[in-house]
């Protein structure tokens, strides 16, 4: 079945750990990218990349890092730096351009002790 | 910049009535829009895009959207709502002028439905 697989479903670390959420797609889509979802706030962009080896900050972006050293992966690390990284990560992928909706895998939920 | 307003936090209708979730939006070239449905502790799910063509469009689930260019709206509509349908909806934007491919969420709005 192709899809969008993100692990772990739930996570939970120490203040001050760094830790990395997977993404992986068999859709071929050209395009990935990774929100984060609070309550109320809706979803915000933090990484998008377009093509291998290349990525843009979104909105959010700091405290955090990407890489997109395969098609099909686009893992997220989110660093000591971000202040407050409790909520749900939401992993996606699209076949780019324009006209392209983005799919959605299950979603990230990390919580800092 | 591209932005989305969702200006019900909640909306709360009855079994079989018809539904009406609302979306405006800002762009500086033309917009191409979407409607996404979340359940919960789940990723989103598409519904329909508008990208160029009839102003109204149809999508999974029985769920259909009007594009109003000149009141810069794309209300998400379903004639006889479900229980089924109680989750959280989300319509997003891509601006063709902005020069980049993000699309930006609203904030989402809730639906209930009632039995």
């Known amino acids: 079945d192709g899809g969008i697989t993100q692990s772990p479903k739930y996570l939970f670390r120490k203040e001050g750990q760094n830790v990395t959420l997977s993404c992986e797609q068999n859709l071929n889509h050209d395009a990935m990218y990774w929100y984060r979802q609070d309550p109320g706030q809706g979803l915000r962009l933090i990484y998008y990349s377009q093509i291998v080896n290349d990525f843009q900050k979104g909105d959010i972006a700091e405290g955090y890092s990407v890489s997109r050293e395969k098609k099909e992966s686009f893992p997220l690390t989110v660093t000591s730096a971000q202040k407050n990284p409790t909520a749900f990560y939401l992993c996606?992928?699209?076949?780019?351009?324009?006209?392209?909706?983005?799919?959605f895998g299950e979603g990230s939920r990390l919580t800092v002790l | 910049a591209q932005s989305v307003a969702q200006p019900e936090d909640q909306v709360n209708v009855a079994e079989g009535n018809p539904l009406t979730v609302k979306c405006t939006y800002s762009v500086s070239g033309n917009p191409y829009l979407f409607w996404y449905v979340q359940y919960p502790n789940r990723g989103l799910q598409f519904l329909l895009k508008y990208i160029t063509g009839d102003n109204l469009v149809k999508g999974s689930y029985g769920f259909e959207a009007e594009f109003n260019k000149s009141q810069t709206s794309f209300h998400l509509k379903k004639p006889s709502a479900l229980v089924s349908d109680s989750a959280l909806y989300f319509c997003?934007?891509?601006?063709?002028?902005?020069?980049?491919?993000?699309?930006?969420f609203g904030k989402g709005t809730k639906l209930s439905v009632i039995p």
């Open positions: 996606a992928s699209s076949m780019g351009g324009h006209t392209g909706e983005l799919f």
């Open positions: 997003a934007v891509r601006d063709t002028g902005a020069g980049s491919y993000q699309l930006t």
